[in-house]
């Protein structure tokens, strides 16, 4: 089995604060826990078993240059400063991840987080118009309403796509794991997820780039300019 990463092993600390009813923690919580599952990698150099590398775990989190950044992935969001808590779709991964490498039957995912993480999308206007109309969106504010973009930087935004297609298809992913045909959120309760409705979810949020090129290319292609990683913080 291949060994985590170090945007999974964080994600799992993450995990594990809210696990113990924390919706929010900070940095230095993040850290320690991170350090406690993994010494060898969250360790202080030449000083693993005795203390953490708060560095070395902010580094993952705070580069932008780093794909598998836990909060690119959306697996993790700043509340406010020094401040985090884990995404539904952070939940959702981490229960995959550890499910996937031997967790007990009683831990295997539920499905509530990927339904959290994904009906957002699936209940948005802009798809509910979309199912009625295919031409629908006809406007670059509405992919901005859909997506959940808020600043024009090329990194956000194509965060942003990507977050909305990891949600769809990790939904999907479950329903075939679990030879299910919908999503719930609790029996009975809120808005039925059908296979067949992500599917058209994920076409619409596939075909975007596509329909609206002259919008993402120019905003992809936008420079980046320098940032300090204290201006995240």
Not at 7 to 18: M, R
Not at 66 to 86: F, M, Q, S, V
Not at 135 to 148: K, S
Request: glycine share 6%.
């Amino acid at each position: 089995m291949a060994p985590l990463t170090a945007p999974q092993e964080i994600l799992l600390a993450a995990a594990a604060l809210s696990g113990m009813e924390r919706r929010e923690f900070t940095e230095w919580d993040l850290t320690v826990t991170a350090w406690q599952r993994n010494p060898n990698k969250f360790g202080a150099r030449g000083y693993e078993a005795s203390y953490p590398d708060h560095k070395r775990v902010m580094m993952e989190i705070m580069a932008k240059n780093k794909a598998d950044n836990p909060i690119r992935r959306g697996w993790l969001e700043r509340t406010r400063p020094n401040h985090y808590r884990i995404t539904a779709l952070g939940s959702a991964e981490a229960a995959r991840i550890a499910t996937s490498r031997g967790a007990p039957v009683s831990s295997v995912r539920s499905g509530a987080d990927l339904y959290d993480a994904v009906v957002r999308y699936a209940d948005h206007r802009v798809f509910k118009a979309h199912s009625r109309d295919p031409n629908e969106p006809h406007t670059w504010l509405d992919v901005e309403a859909f997506l959940g973009i808020s600043r024009n930087d090329p990194t956000h935004v194509a965060d942003k796509l990507r977050a909305a297609r990891n949600a769809i298809r990790s939904a999907l992913d479950w329903l075939d794991e679990n030879k299910q045909d919908a999503l719930r959120r609790t029996q009975g309760s809120g808005l039925t997820l059908r296979r067949s409705e992500l599917t058209k979810l994920l076409a619409l949020v596939d075909g975007l780039p596509a329909r609206f090129k002259v919008q993402f290319d120019a905003l992809l292609r936008k420079p980046i300019g320098p940032e300090s990683a204290s201006s995240d913080r």
